[in-house]
């Protein structure tokens, strides 16, 4: 049985604080990870900490896609919920998924840019206990995109080490964040100093290039999304979920794992 629970929308008093300071504060349902998401002089920002240690300090989002959506925004509006329900799949080792998670949309306008035409970008996020997923979303129909870049990064605590592999099947190397040889294949684990581990993936990958992960050459301790070729499509157009897991143990990675079917949903 499902039950979904909408908690609030963007008439509500917590929607109204986070346009009032330009933060939004997307919290899991059990409190532990924290992702807030601001502006800094236009640009979209955000870190993500787990029971209040940081997991990923100031990292930028946005994408180029007829013009550069990281830059001149401005917050128009959020819009949150939260859900509880379960599924049965087909096959797998559960019997029953459990899909429970905050989701909050931010809205953001106030562009001028005569490139942007009359398009919106939304970013909408879904925390769950497990991790954070987030995803781009070109709102208004019509509208053609040529996407060629993504500006999302993950900016580390100093310290931490990548488990690397330039391939699908091929061998791993713990590595710290410097002098990679490559780019870094899907999913992306990273052991951080105090003990946690976080894994990068994605989900929801439909008409889309795909995204690989390699060194910022600017910014130090930073992972920067790669994406192999352009991506030319007409909105309404969603990107994949970029998602971002947090565990203590190396194995709760693997638990945490029906958080990617539920973001592609059968």
Known sequence: MKKIICLLFCLGGLCAGALATDVVKAVSPDGN???DLSLRDGSPVYTLSYK???VVLESALGLNGNSDWSRGLA???VETASYDRSWKPIYGERSVIPDRYNLYRATFGGLKDKDRNHLKLELEIRAYDEGMAFRYRFLEGG?????DREYT???LPEGTWAYHTPLAQTEYAKLPLKEWPTEAERPLVLELPDGLYLCLTEAGVVDYARTKFALSDGKPNTVVSSMYGAVDEIAPFDTPWRVMMVAEQPGQLL???YLILNLNPP
């Open 33 to 35: 990870l924290v992702m």
């Open 153 to 155: 990064e993950y900016t």
């Open 75 to 77: 917050l128009e509006g």
């Open 255 to 257: 638990e945490h794992n």
């Open 52 to 54: 209040g240690s940081p």
């Open 143 to 147: 509208g053609y995109l040529h996407i």
